[in-house]
Nanobody
Framework: QVQLVESGGDLVQPGGSLRLSCAASGRTLDYYTVGWFRQAPGKQREGVSCILQRGGRLYYADSVAGRFSISRDNDNNAVYLQMDNLRPQDTAVYYC????????????????????WGKGTLVTVSS
């Protein structure tokens, strides 16, 4: 089992940037596909971006493509989500999860074991 902790959430103005971190312990994160998800108030959790295991492909939801960028830091056993040009509709709790998906299914919650999720970090985009 891998333990995940998200950080980096904050209050930011529209057009601003944040970098979220997903730090892992217990297992080597590069062995897993890692997904970033978010849940806005009153809405279902949705996939934002994911990166396949062992340096595999990257995927983005249409709503964030061109603004968000996912990357790995194997030296620090972490995955990052760089978020630029933030919009009020990006406001949500952001979660990372580790799993074994091998295609763009990595944007779907059901491909991640319930025990391989972090507790989330809050991003608020507001002026």
């Amino acid at each position: 089992q891998v333990q995940l902790v998200e950080s980096g959430g904050d209050l930011v103005q529209p057009g601003g940037s944040l970098r979220l971190s997903c730090a892992a312990s217990g297992r080597t994160l590069d062995y897993y596909t890692v997904g970033w998800f978010r849940q806005a108030p009153g809405k279902q959790r949705e996939g934002v971006s994911c990166i396949l295991q062992r340096g595999g492909r990257l995927y983005y939801a249409d709503s964030v493509a061109g603004r968000f960028s996912i990357s790995r830091d194997n030296d620090n056993n972490a995955v990052y989500l760089q978020m630029d040009n933030l919009r009020p509709q990006d406001t949500a709790v952001y979660y990372c999860a580790a799993g074994g998906a091998t295609t763009n299914n990595c944007l779907l919650e059901r491909y991640y074991h319930k025990d391989n999720w972090g507790k989330g970090t809050l991003v608020t985009v507001s002026s």
